[in-house]
C-alpha cells in the first residue's frame, strides 16, 4: 500500500470506529464496535484499541487521530469527563495510544474533526470557511473559517450545539437552559415525547417501541405531539444556523448525522437562513447534507494526525 495512512480512532456514545485514512482523506478500512459504556472506560478502552490493532492490520501507519465529545485536553491528550462518557475523568488516551501503535497521536473534539473532514474532503471541499453540525443523539458544531479549524484557547471552543435559542426553556444535557441542543438533539427529542405521554398526552409514540427519534420526525405528518416537538426541533435548529450564519460567514452549512437525511429538516434550515440571515450573507451560503455518509469526524482525525505528524 502506497502513501502515508493515520488510523483514526472515533468514540462515539453508542460506537466505537475505527478507520484507516488516506492522505487524501479515503477510508481504506473501517470497522465498529458498539460502545457499551456501561463496561467502564477501562473495559471500553481495551475494546478500543483491539479494534485499531485489526483495522490497521498490516498497514504501517504515521499517525493516530482520536476524536472525541469534550471536555477534553488536546493539548495534554486527555479526556476530562466527557458528556456522553460518565465516569471517564481523566483519561490519557493519547500517550495510551501512542504507547500501543508507536506514532504520534492527537486528540480531538469529534464534532471539530468532523468540521475539518468535510472541509477537506466532503462537503464542504474547496470552500475557506465552513459550519458543520451534526444531529445524533446529541447537537454537535464545529467550524472551519478562513482554513483554520475553530479551537479556541484550550481545544473546547466551538459548542455550536449550546448556543441559547430558548432563553429560560428547556434543561440541556450541559446544565443549562435552553440550548439548542435541548431540543434537536434525538435523545432530547425522546425525552420531550417520554414526557408528554407520562403526563397523559395521546400519541401514537407511546406505542412505538423502542422510541427513537426518527419515530418523532415519520410521524410529524400524522400525530399532533410528534408534529408539535418536532417542528419545535426544526425552529430551533433553523434559528441556530440563521445565527451561526450571520456571525460567520460560511460559504457552506453542513449538516450531518442521521436525522438530517429527512428532507424537511434542510428545507426548513434554508428557509430559516433565507429569512433571518443578513441579506449579502445569505446570498453566499449554501446549506448541504455532509458527504461523507458518517465518518466525517474518522477522516477529519486521520488527516489532522496526518499534518500535524508532516
Ligand atoms: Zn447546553
Not at 444535557?173 to 420531550?192: D, P
Not at 434550515?269 to 458527504?291: F, L, Q, S, T
Request: charged residues 20%.
Amino acid at each position: 500500500m502506497h502513501g502515508r495512512h493515520a488510523l483514526a480512532l472515533d468514540i462515539g456514545a453508542t460506537k466505537l470506529a475505527v478507520a484507516l485514512v488516506g492522505a487524501d482523506g479515503g477510508i481504506v478500512r473501517i470497522d465498529r464496535t458498539p460502545t457499551l459504556r456501561d463496561d467502564g472506560p477501562e473495559a471500553v478502552l481495551e475494546r478500543l484499541l483491539a479494534l485499531a490493532e485489526r483495522v490497521r492490520g498490516e498497514t504501517v501507519v504515521a499517525a493516530a487521530g482520536i476524536a472525541c465529545g469534550g471536555p477534553l485536553d488536546p493539548r495534554g491528550g486527555v479526556l476530562l469527563g466527557p458528556l456522553h462518557l460518565p465516569g471517564w475523568d481523566h483519561v490519557e488516551i493519547v500517550r495510551l495510544v501512542e504507547q500501543r501503535f508507536g506514532v504520534p497521536a492527537v486528540l480531538v473534539n469529534d464534532a471539530s474533526a468532523g468540521a475539518w473532514g468535510e472541509y477537506r474532503a466532503g462537503a464542504a471541499a474547496g470552500a475557506a470557511s465552513t459550519v458543520y453540525l451534526t444531529v445524533s443523539s446529541g447537537l454537535g458544531g464545529g467550524a472551519v473559517l478562513d482554513g483554520r479549524l475553530l479551537t479556541g484557547a484550550t481545544g473546547n471552543g466551538g459548542e455550536l450545539g449550546h448556543v441559547c435559542v430558548r432563553p429560560g426553556g428547556r434543561r440541556c444535557s450541559c446544565g443549562r437552559r435552553g440550548c439548542a441542543e435541548a431540543y434537536v438533539a434525538g435523545t432530547q427529542l425522546v425525552a420531550r415525547a417520554r414526557e408528554a405521554i407520562a403526563i397523559g398526552r395521546p400519541s401514537a409514540l407511546a406505542h412505538v417501541d423502542p422510541l427513537e427519534a426518527a419515530a418523532v420526525a415519520h410521524l410529524a405528518g400524522s400525530d399532533d405531539l410528534a408534529r408539535e416537538l418536532w417542528a419545535d426541533a426544526l425552529d430551533c435548529l433553523g434559528q441556530l444556523v440563521a445565527d451561526l450564519v450571520n456571525v460567520l460567514e460560511p460559504e457552506v452549512v453542513v449538516l450531518d448525522g442521521g436525522l438530517t437525511n429527512r428532507p424537511d429538516l434542510i428545507d426548513a434550515v434554508r428557509r430559516a437562513v433565507g429569512a433571518d440571515a443578513i441579506a449579502p450573507i445569505r446570498r453566499v451560503v449554501r446549506i448541504e447534507r455532509a458527504a461523507l455518509a458518517g465518518t466525517a469526524p474518522a477522516v477529519g482525525a486521520g488527516l489532522l494526525a496526518l499534518e500535524r505528524a508532516a
